[in-house]
């Protein structure tokens, strides 16, 4: 399985980006799916997930509320929608795939698959 992040970028505070994942091989829509990020000198964190049907989310409490994670099973696709951008949500951004879809976690060691990760950067 192969994971593409993309649409990462450079963003005001208080700004939208949307981040989207396409999958390619293996069976994305029996995936559980996650975004984690990593911010300049600290540890992969985790920022949310969605299960295999999209019908079960969760949310990191750093995000929630402005951060949406959504997904295309028809198009191998997840997506997080980043709303009211603060710069302390300057990361690189990775999604990842958990084979266990039924039961989406937080933990990094879970997930199976990974993308290579997509910057996005938010000045004050």
């Known amino acids: 399985v192969q994971l593409q992040a993309s649409g990462g970028g450079l963003m005001q505070a208080g700004g939208s980006l949307r981040l989207s994942c396409a999958a390619s091989?293996?069976?994305?829509?029996?995936?559980?799916m996650g975004w984690f990020r990593q911010a300049p000198g600290k540890e992969r964190e985790f920022v949310t997930n969605?299960?295999?049907?999209?019908?079960?989310?969760f949310y990191a409490d750093s995000v929630k509320g402005r951060f949406t994670i959504s997904r295309d099973n028809a198009k191998n696709t997840v997506y997080l929608e980043m709303n009211s951008l603060k710069p302390e949500d300057t990361a690189v951004y990775y999604c990842?795939?958990?084979?266990?879809?039924?039961?989406?976690?937080?933990?990094?060691?879970?997930?199976?698959?990974w993308g290579q990760g997509t910057l996005v950067t938010v000045s004050s």
């Open positions: 990842a795939a958990d084979r266990y879809g039924v039961a989406p976690t937080t933990s990094i060691d879970d997930y199976d698959y």
């Open positions: 969605i299960d295999w049907r999209g019908t079960s989310t």
């Open positions: 091989g293996g069976t994305f829509g029996s995936y559980a």
